[in-house]
């Protein structure tokens, strides 16, 4: 009897950067194998990286993002994981999800392996509820509704946009907080997905992330961080209020919770310091912008979205550094090169609020 088509096989891209061998792909193999990889290589593009034998994959390296996107490369970031944005602008697929080469299978309480690209596939196909807040999480899960109290005005829910999963073993944690609990390690499997209201921000993790790409590509822009910039490590979180903000006034929908990945890797708390010691201080000033933040009506698409909150990123938080003068301008840059190599008249992605 043949197996099942795995689901969304042709419509989906799992996008990885990495600066190493991708030996972590054999424990995926059962779940990934099906389905095409984009492998973004980091730092030294004169490096071979190899990949295990039967797996479908591009990969490109920093020659090749510069042949492709000409000087509309500088928007690209450098000896960082944020490279993994070029993976996204140069898929063709509806669906793209990431994960970084430090993740492995999680196991559920039961000891069963966890299939994150199915769960997250699950959470995308079925709606957000950003509007009203349902107190058993995600009605659309098997063996759950809405409950009593909830409008039936807003049960039909929007369209889903992200879906944001979580990590067993080594938590998201920055360095202050890495280096006052080195030895502290997430061991709680909480089975739930929940809809993050709408006006409500999150730091956004890039390391197992899916998102409908047809929906809100073009603002999943990782920033510019690394080599030659001031600041790293706040690549998926820039990414991941940029985002909030749009979503929001497109009415589309972000979820968070399941799926569980098994993080094995602690980096190094001083490295990460020094990454990230201005943006700790400058993320004061870039929540509470993000959270006034507003755009017009006559915003009706994505690449609309993201070209005004840029322009709002230079009035404003050029302010507080030059460095964000130049961020925005690499915004542009970005919407551009997109654009380019997407060049289907862009539709409305929801309904300006």
């Not at 099906?34 to 190899?50: N, T």
Request: aromatic share 12%; net charge neutral; hydrophobic share 35%.
């Amino acid at each position: 009897m043949a197996s099942p088509t795995p689901v969304l096989k042709d419509e989906l891209d799992i996008v990885i950067p990495t600066i190493r061998n991708l030996d972590f792909l054999e424990m995926w193999r059962p779940f990934f194998q099906p389905y095409h990889l984009i492998i973004v290589q980091d730092g030294d593009p004169s490096k071979v990286i190899k990949v295990p034998k039967g797996f479908d994959y591009e990969l490109y390296n920093r020659n090749d993002i510069n042949r492709i996107l000409g000087p509309k490369a500088s928007c690209i970031s450098f000896k960082d994981s944020a490279c993994r944005c070029f993976g996204y602008m140069v898929s063709k697929k509806k669906y793209i999800f990431t994960i970084d080469d430090d993740c492995f299978v999680a196991k559920d309480p039961s000891g069963n392996d966890i299939n994150a690209l199915e769960q997250h596939i699950k959470n995308l196909l079925t709606p957000s509820t950003p509007f009203f807040f349902n107190t058993l999480y995600d009605p659309y899960r098997e063996g759950t509704d809405f409950v009593r109290g909830y409008p039936f005005s807003l049960r039909e829910g929007v369209p889903t946009a992200v879906s944001h999963g979580l990590w067993l073993n080594i938590p998201d944690y920055d360095a202050p907080t890495q280096l006052v609990k080195p030895r502290e390690r997430n061991t709680r499997f909480v089975d739930a997905v929940l809809t993050i209201p709408k006006g409500t921000l999150f730091p956004m993790c890039g390391m197992n992330l899916a998102f409908d790409r047809e929906l809100i590509g073009p603002a999943m822009y990782f920033g510019l961080m690394g080599d030659g910039q001031p600041i790293g490590r706040y690549d998926d979180m820039w990414a991941g209020w940029c985002m909030k903000v749009i979503c929001d006034h497109l009415g589309l929908g972000v979820k968070t919770g399941l799926p569980y990945i098994w993080h094995s890797k602690a980096s190094n708390p001083f490295v990460n310091l020094k990454k990230e010691y201005k943006g700790i201080y400058w993320q004061e000033e870039l929540i509470p912008f993000f959270q006034a933040a507003t755009l017009p009506k006559e915003c009706t698409t994505v690449q609309s979205c993201y070209k005004e909150l840029s322009k709002q990123v230079k009035a404003k938080l050029g302010k507080v550094d030059e460095y964000f003068i130049k961020l925005s301008d690499a915004m542009l840059t970005w919407i551009e090169a997109w654009d380019e190599l997407n060049p289907s008249a862009p539709l409305p992605n929801g309904n300006a609020k």
